[in-house]
């Protein structure tokens, strides 16, 4: 069993900032890639960022520039920072990992979300 729980959403103006952070806690081997996510109301869950074990990040379009995720591995947290946010960057915010069981097995979770509204 995978935990994820994120934290470090709300309510901001444009322009500003917030860091999101997810813990990931249970019972497993090891964690490989680690992420975000958002959904914005109507829309499809789309990438945001994404970090593997060995340091390697992903960037989404639209974000390229503002948000910087970063890990933890130690703590098997995951964070975003998100500068310079827009109206358009709306919506529930997911973390995400690939989890390696103890079968070696590969397990995709996901935390429950956490909403960040960008007001204009």
């Known amino acids: 069993q995978v935990q994820l729980v994120e934290s470090g959403g709300g309510l901001v103006q444009a322009g500003g900032s917030l860091r999101l952070s997810c813990v990931a806690s249970g019972s497993f081997r090891s964690i490989n890639a680690m992420g975000w996510y958002r959904q914005a109301i109507g829309k499809q869950r789309e990438l945001v960022a994404t970090s593997t074990s060995g340091g390697s990040t992903n960037y989404a379009d639209p974000v390229k520039g503002r948000f910087t995720i970063s890990r933890d591995n130690a703590k098997n947290t995951v964070y975003l920072q998100m500068n310079s946010l827009k109206p358009d960057d709306t919506a529930v915010y997911y973390c995400?990992?690939?989890?390696?069981?103890?079968?070696?097995?590969?397990?995709?979770?996901w935390g429950q979300g956490t909403q960040v509204t960008v007001s204009s």
């Open positions: 995400n990992a690939a989890v390696r069981t103890w079968a070696w097995d590969i397990i995709n979770s």
